[in-house]
């Protein structure tokens, strides 16, 4: 059996699409990478496709329906939870964007995927630039500090952040012994941080810092 010329270019549009996304999410070392999000595009083109074919004349929408649905399976299992929230959100939208690229190709709007492949590369390069300058503005560290235990000792460092312009909220603190250990969520710029990680490291009442 012959492979009609337009299946054939649909099929090699989705793995160049598919590929060209999943290389900019490989090169950030993402979950979902390089064959991930090709095989994801290359699956919801065949299905698209597959669903026009065996449907066509009564329900031709009815395997592609279930397309987005099932992709959320994939997408759900990028999302962990890490120290200051939810990671993996991101990559869980780009498996979803990429199924409907896939999709877009299969159902014969190749242009239209195209253009936004384009558009979606763009943004993730552009903003990927975006999000390390707010980074270098902005950054939430979590630090430990086990020091003597000594009255007013956990407001001697919230002192310090103070001291160097960063905001924190203090969290758990254990007393063991003679020594206490704080915890505090911090937010501030890169540069802040530095300096506040900098002065604490040359403490020599500090007997365990975490960073």
């Not at 329906?65 to 890490?82: E, L, M, P, R, W």
Request: aromatic share 10%.
């Amino acid at each position: 059996m012959q492979l009609p010329p337009d299946i054939l270019i649909k099929i090699l549009l989705s793995i160049l699409v598919g590929g060209a996304i999943g290389v900019e999410r490989e090169y950030r070392s993402k979950s979902a990478g390089f064959r991930t999000l090709t095989l994801i595009c290359l699956g919801s083109t065949l299905f698209t496709i597959f669903s026009q074919i065996i449907g066509a004349g009564s329900n031709p929408d009815r395997i592609a329906s279930n397309i987005a649905t099932g992709i959320g399976f994939v997408g759900a299992g990028v999302i962990f939870k890490g120290d200051f929230g939810v990671n993996g959100i991101t990559t869980a939208a780009m498996i979803w964007v990429t199924a409907a690229l896939g999709m877009g190709i299969g159902a014969g709007y190749s242009l239209v995927s195209i253009v936004a492949c384009i558009l979606i590369l763009v943004m993730l390069i552009v903003f990927g630039k975006l999000e390390i300058w707010i980074d270098h503005v902005n950054q939430m560290r979590n630090y430990k500090i086990e020091t003597a235990y000594k009255e007013e000792t956990m407001r001697y460092y919230e002192k310090l952040f103070e001291s160097h312009h960063l905001w924190y909220k203090r969290g758990r603190e254990v007393k063991a012994g003679g020594s206490i250990t704080g915890e505090w969520f911090v937010r501030g710029s890169r540069k802040n941080h530095l300096a506040f990680i900098s002065e604490i490291l040359h403490d020599p009442e500090v007997n365990r810092f975490e960073y």
